[in-house]
């Protein structure tokens, strides 16, 4: 069955064509959901509400475009919907250090590594930086996204990358003390 008679099905509500689509795209929207949220188990309960809003909007792709595309969009603002509704966004002023210059080997990082930090960063900090660094969104688009400023959008980012160094280097400090 290609995947515009998928698509068709799944307008109709058929169960079986829900459960394709959710096999054929379910693995690729986990991974957009694991980066804005803070744990496995609340990527996994995003992503529920991701394919529930995806079946309930699915009328409105109008097969113009990527359905990956429009199904990743869905995913996003149903994630930061729920988190707008949370306050997760209520401005919070923070004293920004300046960034140090930090030499990490970035080939003895792995990805998980990374991944969990960047799951541990507070909400509006992961948020912006997923968006931002992963996901290639401009800090205008992030803005309307989470209806902040745009300046708030790049002091989120820089605080972010702040707090993302500062786990590495003590991460990579108490490694090196126990290599001694």
Same mark, same amino acid.
């Given at each position: !069955?290609?995947?515009?008679?998928?698509?068709?099905? #799944?307008?109709?509500?058929?169960?079986? %064509?829900?459960?394709?689509?959710?096999? &054929?795209? /379910?693995?690729?929207?986990? /991974?957009? #959901?694991?980066?804005?949220?803070?744990?496995? %188990?609340? @990527?996994?309960? =995003? $992503?529920?509400?991701?394919?529930?809003?995806?079946?309930?909007?699915?009328?409105?792709? =109008?097969?113009?475009?990527?359905?990956? /595309?429009? !199904?990743?969009?869905? %995913?996003?603002?149903?994630?930061? +919907?729920?988190?707008?509704?949370?306050?997760?966004?209520?401005?919070?002023?923070?004293?920004?250090?300046?960034? @140090?210059?930090?030499?990490? =080997?970035?080939?003895?990082?792995?990805?998980?590594?990374?991944?969990? $930090?960047? +799951?541990?960063?507070?909400?509006?900090?992961?948020?912006?930086?997923?968006?931002?660094?992963?996901?290639?969104?401009?800090? *205008?688009?992030?803005?309307?996204? $989470?209806?902040?400023?745009? /300046?708030?959008?790049?002091? =989120?980012?820089?605080? %972010?990358? !702040?707090?993302?160094?500062? *786990?590495?280097?003590?991460?990579?400090?108490?490694?090196?003390?126990?290599? &001694?």
């Amino acid at each position: !069955m290609s995947l515009q008679q998928l698509i068709k099905q #799944c307008k109709k509500r058929e169960r079986k %064509a829900q459960e394709e689509l959710y096999k &054929l795209f /379910g693995s690729k929207i986990f /991974g957009i #959901c694991l980066k804005y949220s803070r744990n496995k %188990a609340e @990527a996994e309960d =995003n $992503l529920q509400d991701s394919f529930m809003t995806i079946f309930n909007k699915i009328e409105q792709y =109008n097969f113009k475009g990527s359905f990956e /595309g429009w !199904m990743r969009r869905v %995913a996003v603002n149903t994630v930061l +919907q729920k988190y707008r509704k949370e306050g997760v966004f209520e401005i919070v002023i923070d004293d920004i250090e300046e960034e @140090a210059e930090v030499e990490v =080997n970035e080939e003895n990082i792995s990805l998980d590594y990374l991944l969990s $930090l960047i +799951q541990e960063l507070p909400d509006r900090y992961r948020l912006t930086f997923s968006m931002y660094v992963l996901d290639g969104y401009s800090h *205008k688009e992030i803005s309307n996204f $989470l209806e902040i400023s745009e /300046g708030t959008s790049k002091s =989120n980012l820089a605080r %972010a990358r !702040m707090i993302l160094k500062k *786990k590495i280097e003590d991460d990579h400090l108490k490694k090196k003390m126990k290599s &001694l």
